[in-house]
């Protein structure tokens, strides 16, 4: 079946080299101008191909995020892989994803040159700083739109302001996407809330037990290690250079397990790359982080940097294939069901408690976010300047991002 089938479209479809072509363009663009993470890049989607290009519906747009919220892996990433997939089919879920990833290779890897070079980061903290504001204001109005078709009625309110209290408690993304799921299901569906409550309980202790056993079997084997890792870190020193095969099987098995998207990621890379390995040192580690954090795209470039460092260009391809590679196959085992499983009306409810607690958790991201980001009148004024702009023209989003670059630029860059 032609994903297209599934959109009603308002015109003739176009050819299937139309199509990819569209989706270069964007997924380019917006690779080499999304700034702020994962909540400003599905910001930046939402208004590119719900609002603006009308490819797929809101509700549809709410079903992607929330499915891959669900699935391990970057999940702006695995947005754009299902909107190639459901514009132009496998071909597109190709382009789709890799023109989204691609810019940010590029230029994380560009930086990462820079570092071996010269030994140091090019300081860019005004820019950053406002272009953080900007992207305040872009979340924002993303997550007023996505609520507003989330939130169908009482019952899902109620769910979505319990997620966002788990959030603020310290719970776990994950167990707030799936517990939520299941109570929303179990609710909407007439079961008990005893059954919803006993059900939820069982998942808790099952990932408590899992995640304690996991522990306990990765710490064993890397006892011996840690030792010899701790005094070379101490040194500042790394181990000898790893070949380009096992540089693509860590971060391999790291895009294949990862959850959480990029603050996940910096635990998973300090303790296998400083800890275990030794392949880097914690101040190359932070170094490599805060470029994954300051250029566009997605945050898990920053397997690009580390890459570079410990293997060139070739390391850096492989580090950047290794991360990426489980999001598109995971996005090819799903996309091709998603809306259909939306028939069924467990799934329905599922899917709608799900993205619920999704938009719940980008409310909450953001909240920390702009804690973060508006410190002094500088800041706030971009960030109020950037919603009253968005509020009252039709302006890109890429547009206000950019102008508060420069903005940052011109007066905190002094």
Partial sequence: ??????????????SLLTRLGELASLFVKLGTISFGGPAAHVALIQEEIVRKRQWVTQ?????????????PGPTS????????????????LCVAGASFILPAAF?????????????????????????????????AIAIWRLGKSAVRDAGLAVLGVLALAAFFLGLNPIAILFGGGLIGTLVRRGASLRAAATLVSNVFSLRMLTSSGW???RLAPLRSTTLIAAVSVAAGTVAAR?????????????????????????????????????WLTRQQLLDAVAIGQFTPGPVLSTATFIGYILGGAPGAAVATIGIFLPSFVYVALLAPVLFRLRKSPWIAAFLDSVN???????????FQLAS??????????VALASLAILLRWKVSPAWVVLGGGIVGLLALGR
């Fill in 215 to 217: 522990k306990r079997l």
């Fill in 77 to 92: 990433t695995e947005l754009a892989i299902n909107v190639g997939f459901l514009r132009a089919g496998w071909a597109g």
């Fill in 356 to 366: 619920v607690c999704a938009v719940a958790l980008m409310a909450g991201v953001t």
């Fill in 242 to 278: 790893p070949t380009n095969g096992r540089i693509a099987l860590f971060f391999l098995k790291v895009g294949a397990v990862l959850y959480g998207g990029g603050y996940v990621l910096l635990a998973f890379l300090e303790q296998g790359l400083v800890q275990q390995h030794a």
């Fill in 372 to 381: 973060d980001a508006l410190r002094g009148w500088i800041s706030w004024a």
């Fill in 1 to 14: 079946m032609d994903p297209l089938s599934q959109v009603e479209p308002e015109s003739p479809p176009a």
């Fill in 59 to 71: 509700q549809q747009f709410l079903d992607m995020l929330g499915a891959a919220n669900l699935i």
């Fill in 107 to 139: 230029i994380t890897g560009a930086f990462a040159w820079a570092y071996v070079r010269f030994g140091s980061l090019p300081q860019a903290s005004s820019v950053l700083a406002g272009i953080k504001s900007a992207v305040i204001a872009v979340i």
